[in-house]
RNA sequence: ACCCCGGUAGCUCAGUUGGAUAGAGCAUCGGAUUUCUAAUCCGACGGUCACAGGUUCGAGCCCUGUCCGGGGUGCCA
């Protein structure tokens, strides 16, 4: 509520003019509490040294201020000097009109006129997407649609893992023990098995290993025979992906993988030399970072191969040349902390100016063990998705049989996929997530599924609405509280436009799902134990009014979070 | 050895810049459907916020130390 914050900035500037300060810390908050107000500031407390007063004091002086803004209807002090707000129900019900009026449900630009890059997603390309890739890609994609909300101009990349030792090792695996029909069939299958098999080789053979590097340095080097495998390693890859990713509903701006800033590796290594930066150590080039304190960045290998570094630092340079952002914001796993912070370092020391930002985000693993590919104990993102859409669609038969056999398709589809997005975005995006299939799938609860339900009952509520009251227009009945749910409901509503710039700007999509999923709570409540369509008319329309807000901004909150909803479920 | 995270109810997890009585879901138990979709709702049960100090009006949150777990630490990405 920044209205609110400002008119207490300046409630506390009248009543101590005299102070030797502009109170810009102070702000306002949710209350825990409904018996404290709507919402309720702490400031007095922590004012009491700087004003030289007692705390309550200090809250009875502000509280005692002339005039109250339109927007409340009174404040009290409470405890050792806490000042509780509570809104004005009738400028409350206008809000919620207006909001419902705005394209952006009175969510605030805060991004306008500036530019992000978003890297998220980014795959090795040389395997199929396995429950370990979802959440780069599921993270990503809400704080994607969450800035362009609020304003900002995205444009979200796709870094593919498309120029790396992986090509060595996978070149060195195919040549060896590929297999052309498989290819054909299951082309990332395929080359995830040469290159588990390739792995396994470097383990027992050393020279192996040699060679694969020796390999990527002749691809990186424009080897034609080389090359053209790549070439046909890429081509079927990125079907693959694109399929995922419709399934997904995953999309990009731009998809330059590492491959796409292969020529500018020699020259970001001779500019680093030509300042400075890198110098020879043990055969490699280096930028030693120790005023930083952080170990030495390679950006050249002995063997005269470039490596992860080299790359990002080349493709920061691209990027702001190509698209001159404000803030280039990564999304990875929690291993690549040091390797962000050691690029961050040195492109501080070549002197960009750009904001560049690192969001790690927990590694899943199993009950049992990490998984990786060269474990073979990987659960493939496309099964998880046909698991989670088949238990979607037992539950759909049994309670919706009156739905046609596609329909009932369609729903499951969008539940399973929704199902799986929530659980993961539900939860702080640092812990780290221990898989379980059915915690993955949860349809009950605090999941997706809750989410889609609710929507799906408002909408057969407007539906019904329609029919039995052709000539009603409850979308012009002013809104009014009958009963504290409703109230409750409506202080949830505007609440919105607030949590999508906490949730973009802490980069934390559960911030999000637990606004959805109290207002969903809230509104189930509503539902069960409050009658609309039968209460007396005029209370009826309102009622109908208040659910389309809930409504949409149900479905807007979805959107954001890239599940569907569904008129029916 | 060093660096970064984490430890909150039986389980899985939330917890705005330090605020009032630490919250959900699952599980367990008890209720609600001649009704607008029961994938729902209402209620009960459940806590030494890892441990020990410290900072202050006030600490799950900040500081120090210890224990436990995960990740990382020059030629992978």
Redesign the pocket.
């Known amino acids: 509520m920044g209205m609110l914050s400002g008119w207490m900035r300046g409630a506390f500037a009248r009543a101590f003019p005299e102070a030797e300060t502009d109170f810009a810390?102070i702000?306002v908050?949710?209350?825990?509490?409904p018996?404290?107000?709507d919402y309720?500031c702490?400031a007095a407390?922590?004012l009491?040294?700087l004003l030289r007063q007692a705390?309550r004091a200090i809250a009875e002086r502000v509280a005692a201020g002339p005039e109250l803004p339109d927007c409340l209807a009174r404040i009290e002090v409470?405890?050792?000097?806490?000042?509780?707000l509570y809104l004005d129900s009738a400028w409350l019900a206008r809000y919620v009109e207006r909001m419902a009026a705005d394209k952006t449900l009175g969510t605030p630009a805060v991004g306008a006129g500036q530019t992000v890059v978003m890297d998220y997603g980014s795959p090795?390309m040389t395997k199929p997407l396995h429950i370990g890739h979802l959440r780069s890609h599921n993270i990503g994609s809400v704080l994607d649609r969450l800035h362009r909300f609020l304003g900002y101009r995205v444009v979200a990349d796709n870094h593919l893992?498309d120029w790396?030792?992986?090509f060595g090792i996978t070149i060195m695996g195919y040549r060896h023990f590929g297999d052309e029909a498989a290819m054909q069939t299951a082309p990332l299958e395929e080359l995830e098995r040469v290159y588990v098999l390739s792995y396994e080789k470097t383990k027992a053979d050393p020279t192996w290993m040699e060679q694969c590097?020796a390999e990527?340095v002749k691809l990186q080097s424009g080897d034609a025979e080389n090359l053209e495998m790549w070439e046909m390693f890429m081509r079927l890859s990125m079907e693959e992906l694109d399929r995922m990713y419709a399934r997904l509903g995953v999309k990009y701006d731009v998809v330059h993988g590492?491959s796409y800033y292969r020529d500018k590796l020699a020259g970001t290594v001779a500019n680093l030399q030509a300042k400075g930066l890198a110098v020879e150590?043990?055969?490699?080039q280096?930028v030693f970072l120790e005023e930083e304190k952080l170990?030495?960045c390679?950006v050249r290998?002995?063997?005269g191969?470039f490596?992860?570094?080299t790359?990002d630092l080349a493709t920061v340079a691209a990027r702001v040349e190509e698209f001159n952002p404000d803030r280039i914001i990564y999304i990875t796993d929690?291993?690549?902390?040091?390797?962000f912070k050691q690029v961050f370092a040195v492109c501080r020391r070549l002197g960009f100016e750009v904001g560049l930002d690192h969001i790690w985000f927990?590694?899943m693993?199993l009950p049992e063990a990490?998984f990786s590919t060269r474990e073979g104990n990987v659960i493939k993102l496309d099964a998880l998705l046909d698991e989670a859409e088949s238990r979607?669609l037992a539950?759909?038969q049994a309670?919706?049989s009156d739905m046609d056999d596609a329909q009932q398709r369609e729903?499951a589809a969008a539940?399973g996929v929704g199902a799986v997005k929530y659980a993961d975005l539900?939860?702080?995006p640092?812990?780290?997530?221990?898989f379980t299939w059915d915690?993955a799938m949860?349809?009950?609860?605090?999941?997706g599924?809750?989410l889609q339900?609710a929507y799906?009952?408002i909408?057969?509520?407007r539906d019904?609405y329609a029919e039995r009251y052709p000539e009603g227009t409850p979308e012009t009945e002013p809104l009014c509280f009958d009963e504290a749910i409703e109230r409750a409901l409506a202080l949830r509503l505007i609440r919105f436009g607030?949590v999508l710039t906490?949730a973009a700007h802490q980069y934390?999509p559960?911030?999000l799902t637990?606004y959805l999923?109290d207002l969903?709570?809230t509104y189930?409540?509503f539902?069960?134990?409050?009658?609309?369509?039968?209460a007396p008319e005029g209370v009826r329309e309102r009622r109908v009014r208040l659910c389309g807000v809930v409504a949409t901004v149900l479905k807007q909150g979805l959107d954001l979070l890239g599940l569907q909803t569904?008129?029916?479920?």
Not at 78 to 84: D, E, V
Not at 527 to 534: A, C, I, R, S
């Open positions: 810390d702000g908050a949710e209350t825990s509490n018996e404290f107000g309720q702490n407390m922590g009491a040294k705390p409470a405890g050792p000097g806490f000042l509780n090795n893992g790396g030792t992986q590097r990527l590492e150590s043990e055969g490699a280096v170990p030495v390679i290998k002995s063997d191969g490596n992860y570094a790359s929690e291993r690549q902390q040091l390797h927990g590694l693993r990490t979607a539950i759909i309670s919706s729903v539940v539900s939860q702080n640092q812990s780290l997530v221990t915690k949860a349809l009950d609860g605090n999941s599924p809750y339900y799906a009952r909408a057969s509520v019904k607030d906490r934390k559960n911030v637990d999923y969903a709570q189930s409540s539902y069960q134990n409050v009658p609309f369509l039968k569904l008129e029916r479920i």
